[in-house]
C-alpha cells in the first residue's frame, strides 16, 4: 500500500454541484483535480472512439481509474487537496449496472487511498419537497 496523501474526494451524481465546489475550493488556493470522466467522455466523442459509459462501461472504467491513479501521484505530499470524484466511483457505476468489476480496479481502489471522510453531493428536487404552509 503506498502511502496516503491528504486528498479529500468530492463525489456525487452528475449535475449535483461537484465541480462547482472544486472551482471555488481551488480559487481559494487548494490544490484541486477537476472530474476526469468528463474529459475522457470528450475525448472520445471527439475521435468517435467507444471508451464512453454508454457503450463500453468497463473499458471506460477501467480508463476512470488509471487517470485518478495519475492524478494522485501528481497531487503535492503536506497539502489538502480535494479531487472531484475518485478512483472508488466507477466500482459503484459498475454495482449499479450490475457489472463485473476488473480485478485491476480493486487493485487500483485498495493501493491508492484518500482520507477517511468523504464529502457527498446530492440533490433535493424542490417537486421532492413536501409543501408547507406558513
Known amino acids: 500500500m503506498t502511502d496516503r496523501k491528504k486528498i479529500y474526494v468530492i463525489t456525487g451524481g452528475p449535475g ?3 465541480s462547482t465546489i472544486i472551482n471555488s475550493l481551488e480559487k481559494k488556493g487548494f490544490y484541486c483535480a477537476p472530474d476526469i470522466a468528463r474529459d475522457i467522455i470528450k475525448e472520445q466523442l471527439d475521435t468517435e472512439g467507444d471508451v464512453l459509459p454508454w457503450k463500453n462501461m468497463v473499458s471506460f472504467a477501467k480508463e476512470v481509474a488509471q487517470r485518478r491513479v ?3 501521484k501528481e497531487a503535492p505530499d503536506g497539502r489538502i487537496c480535494f479531487f472531484d470524484g475518485g478512483i472508488p466511483d466507477p466500482i459503484a457505476y459498475l454495482i449499479k449496472y450490475g457489472l463485473e468489476i476488473p480485478d485491476e480496479i480493486y487493485f487500483i481502489a485498495r493501493k491508492y487511498c ?7 453531493t446530492f440533490c433535493i428536487s424542490e417537486v421532492a419537497l413536501p409543501e408547507k404552509s406558513f
Not at 114 to 120: A, D, N, P, Q, R
Request: charged share 25%; proline share 0%.
Open 16 to 18: 449535483f454541484g461537484k
Open 70 to 72: 495519475t492524478q494522485y
Open 114 to 120: 484518500y482520507e477517511k471522510s468523504i464529502f457527498v
